[in-house]
């Protein structure tokens, strides 16, 4: 149990152009989702927090205007990456939590490339 | 100063060794570790989860604690070839619903 899917698994886009990327918990319903960024050898580090229904709250330096995220199921939570650059290029990851639960589980990631 | 340090590695070692992968961190604030196991071009596995001070044991795996020293430990036996992967550390506050700061991550690799 606990599966988080996302889609696209890679995508490349040209400079200037939006893209959407989808995560969803598959068998749990996700109170919390957690999109974070991964660079080539480097942590993880956390750009939003999501809540079922709300606004979702960004981390210092996260451009929330660039970078808009919706989560208005239980199960899917969007990531738009809005005008890309190529310093947009990464590794996207998102995480869900189940209310009540403390643990997050990760979905496989969402290899972007922006040309 | 980050608030959690790990060596990057990468880490080399062969098949049946015992691995010592290790954080530390600064923020006393935080009561809750974890280790997550990821595979290239994949998204983190929990693989330990520990609260108190201590060793817990998995099979394979034992994560040790030590909150006086802010130190924490992952042990792997018998490692495996399988067992190469990014190991992150992770941790977070007292509030049980707080973010996760994760390590930079250690690539180990085990050879056969």
Known sequence: GAVVSQHPSRVICKSGTSVKIECRS?????????????????????????????????????????????????????????????????????????????????????RLTVT | QKEVEQDPGPLSVPEGAIVSLNCTYSNS???????????????????????????????????????????????IRDSQPSDSATYLCAMRGGTSYGKLTFGQGTILTVHP
């Not at chain 1, 660039?66 to 990851?93: G, M």
């Not at chain 2, 071009?41 to 040790?64: H, V």
């Open chain 1, 26 to 110: 598959l068998d749990f319903q996700a109170t919390t989702m957690f999109w974070y960024r991964q660079f080539p050898k480097k942590s993880l580090m956390l750009m939003a927090t999501s809540n079922e229904g709300s606004k979702a709250t960004y981390e210092q330096g996260v451009e929330k205007d660039k970078f808009l995220i919706n989560h208005a199921s239980l199960t899917l939570s969007t990531l738009t990456v809005t005008s890309a650059h190529p310093e947009d290029s990464s590794f996207y990851i998102c995480s869900a939590r189940a209310w009540g639960s403390y643990e997050q589980y990760f979905g496989p990631g969402t």
């Open chain 2, 29 to 75: 604030a935080f009561q809750y570790f974890m280790w997550y196991r990821q595979y290239s071009r994949k998204g983190p596995e929990l693989l330990m989860y520990t609260y108190s001070s201590g060793n817990k044991e998995d099979g394979r795996f034992t994560a040790q604690v030590d909150k006086s020293s802010k130190y924490i430990s992952l042990f």
